[in-house]
């Protein structure tokens, strides 16, 4: 009997275990990033990519990191920053959430004070404060969606910032405050 008790008792604790991971894991798995986050860039002006898994066990992957800080590094004078590892989750997460797993074209990526001021000279469409010079911004395109589509979800995430450039064939993202333009 004593053991029919502790069976009981188990098989209870194993169902309210799993009806409290439901409450706090989202149900919609295709939107979930999951225990291992995996980016593809491709940037368009050095030619060199990346394809790799940048966050597993429970922590983001130093060598990695550190890849990705050199291939969205200001192509212009190769001066090269921390990007934000938050930016890296709001780029897999909009993948997943695009439900595919097709590589990011990278236009722009960190932007030294120096390129920005001098592509804000030239162009009312760089902010003079641009999240571009501290890691937090990157314009891209996601390879078989359209730009439209890209758009439209990463708006839909409230996740930061959304620009939408469709003449220069991008979208810029960021994980600054909540806001859009065109």
């Not at 309210?16 to 295709?30: F, R, S």
């Not at 910032?161 to 333009?181: K, Q």
Request: aromatic fraction near 6%.
């Amino acid at each position: 009997m004593a053991g029919d008790a502790r069976s009981r008792r188990n098989f209870l604790a194993a169902g309210l275990a799993t009806i409290t991971c439901a409450a706090i894991w989202p149900a919609d798995a295709k939107t979930r990033i999951a225990d291992r986050r995996h980016l593809e860039l491709h940037n368009l002006h050095t030619g060199e990519k990346i394809n790799a898994v940048y966050w597993a066990n429970g922590r983001y992957d130093p060598g990695v990191l550190h890849q990705v800080n050199h291939v969205l590094r200001d192509f212009r004078d190769g001066e090269i920053h921390a990007i934000d590892p938050k930016l890296l989750d709001l780029l897999a997460h909009l993948r997943a959430r695009l439900n595919t797993s097709a590589p990011y074209e990278v236009v722009s990526g960190y932007r030294s004070p120096e390129t920005n001021a001098m592509l804000a000279a030239m162009s009312d469409g760089v902010a003079a404060g641009s999240l571009h010079m501290v890691g937090k911004a990157i314009d891209m395109r996601l390879t078989g969606r359209s730009l439209r589509q890209v758009h439209r979800v990463a708006l839909g995430m409230k996740a930061g910032g959304v620009g939408y450039y469709p003449r220069s064939n991008f979208v810029h993202v960021d994980t600054g405050a909540l806001r859009h333009w065109t």
